[in-house]
């Protein structure tokens, strides 16, 4: 299916990142002229932009400052920006309860998560403003629609993002008819951390086991949907919406 998206400029925050690769790979493959955002990975996220012929660029944007300068900088050099795809966050470690997560790590989390994409949909949405088109696509978690135990900042921060954060911007961008703003929620995936850190049978089983598909996903299946919704010619009426990308997941299992 024509996606429309060839010649379009994507911006991708965390695009350094497991899924933040497979998403910038997808949007190459359509054609896209893709920007890698990075905040410390930058040997990555050159690498991949040259293998794309995309082009990297730094940015903090627990600054919004830099968000917008970011933003600028893109149009500037490219000529515009059509779709942005906010994806950059932080999964904070190790597991704790509630009362165990102080006042810092809460913070951090919120601002590396919450705050990054707020920061990202400010910039963006501003300069959609004044062209009077744009889609972005914000990335969220199922953590946030089921919650999780051992993360609530995490799940905090991720639950507000595809709910009062999307339904708002939705509703705030009615005035431009051009611009639709969406989310991807993606569920248990296979990323090379998660590899890393051991992807047992055990652990399989376990998050596995409310999916009506008895499997992970993969950094791909999450590109794909991000793809679907940034494309106005697959998903031009279609606005305020999450699409899980978990396998039919219905819930969490409770230690």
């Known amino acids: 299916m024509e996606t429309g998206l060839h010649g ?13 690769q497979a998403i910038c790979r997808a949007f190459a493959a359509e054609g896209a002229r893709v920007v890698v955002h990075h905040h ?8 991949l932009a040259e293998e ?3 082009m990297a660029i730094r940015a903090d944007l627990r600054d919004g400052k830099e968000a917008l300068s970011m933003v600028r900088s893109i149009v500037s050099d490219f000529g515009g920006l059509d779709v942005c795809i906010a994806n950059a966050g932080r999964y ?4 704790k309860p509630l009362w165990e997560i102080d006042a810092e790590r809460w913070d951090s989390t919120m601002d590396s998560n919450l705050g990054v ?13 004044e062209v009077g088109r744009g889609s972005i696509v914000l990335i969220g978690s199922t953590a946030g629609i089921h919650g999780e135990s051992g993360h609530a900042d995490y799940a905090a921060a991720k639950g507000a993002i595809t709910s009062g954060l999307l339904m708002s911007l939705k509703n705030d961008v009615s005035r431009i008819a051009g611009v639709r703003v969406n989310a991807v929620a993606p569920g248990w995936t296979v990323t090379p951390k998660k590899v890393e850190h051991g992807v047992d049978e055990e652990l399989v ?6 999916m009506a598909l008895k499997k992970l996903a993969t950094p791909e299946d999450v590109a794909s949907a991000v793809v679907m919704l940034a494309s106005d010619e697959i998903s031009g ?4 919406q999450v699409i899980e990308v978990a396998g039919g997941m219905e819930g969490r299992l409770i230690p």
């Not at 379009?8 to 933040?20: E, F, Q, S, W, Y």
């Not at 904070?92 to 597991?95: G, L, R, V």
């Not at 089983?205 to 409310?210: E, I, L």
């Open 205 to 210: 089983k376990r998050a596995t086991a409310t």
């Open 117 to 129: 994409t707020v920061s990202t949909a400010r910039a963006f949405l501003g300069h959609a403003a």
């Open 40 to 47: 410390s990975s930058a040997a990555a996220a050159v690498s």
């Open 52 to 54: 794309i012929d995309g």
């Open 8 to 20: 379009k400029v994507v911006l991708v925050t965390g695009g350094a990142g497991g899924i933040g």
């Open 237 to 240: 009426h279609i606005t305020g």
């Open 92 to 95: 904070p470690t190790p597991s």
